[in-house]
Nanobody, 125 residues
Framework: QVQLVESGGGLVQAGGSLRLSCATS????????MGWFRQAPGKEREFVAT???????YYADSVKGRFTLFRDNAKNTVYLQMNSLKPEDTAVYYC???????????????????WGQGTQVTVSS
C-alpha cells in the first residue's frame, strides 16, 4: 500500500508560479511511475503529466512548456513545477502512483493504482 500526500496548492495570479509536491510512503518509491491529474468543477479528471520509473516524462499539450515534473527518489517525492499559470489551470490537482508497467507512459486514470487527496490550485485573472 502506498500513501500519497499532496501539498503546495494555493491562489496565484495569472502568469505566476506554484510548485506542487507529492510525498509518498513506503520504501519502493522508485518502482512506481508517478502522475499528476487535475479536475475542474463539472469536468472529468484529466491527465497533466507523468514520469516513469526510468524518468521518462510526458506532458499534456495544454501544459507542455509551462509545467515541469521531476522526481526525487531519495526523498520519495515527486514535484510539479507550474509556471505561466492561466485561469484555465484552476482545478484540484491529484498525484497518482502506478505499480505495474512503470516503465511505460500512462495517461488515463484507470492505469493508476493509488491516489492522493488532492490540492486546490486557483489562478485568478
Amino acid at each position: 500500500q502506498v500513501q500519497l500526500v499532496e501539498s503546495g496548492g494555493g491562489l496565484v495570479q495569472a502568469g505566476g508560479s506554484l510548485r506542487l509536491s507529492c510525498a509518498t510512503s513506503g520504501r519502493t518509491f522508485n518502482s512506481y511511475a508517478m502522475g499528476w491529474f487535475r479536475q475542474a468543477p463539472g469536468k472529468e479528471r484529466e491527465f497533466v503529466a507523468t514520469v516513469t520509473t526510468s524518468s521518462g516524462m510526458y506532458y499534456a499539450d495544454s501544459v507542455k512548456g509551462r509545467f515541469t515534473l521531476f522526481r526525487d527518489n531519495a526523498k520519495n517525492t515527486v514535484y510539479l513545477q507550474m509556471n505561466s499559470l492561466k485561469p484555465e489551470d484552476t482545478a484540484v490537482y491529484y498525484c497518482a502512483a502506478r505499480a505495474v508497467g512503470g516503465w511505460r507512459i500512462a495517461t488515463t486514470t484507470s492505469e493508476y493504482d493509488y491516489w492522493g487527496q488532492g490540492t486546490q490550485v486557483t489562478v485568478s485573472s
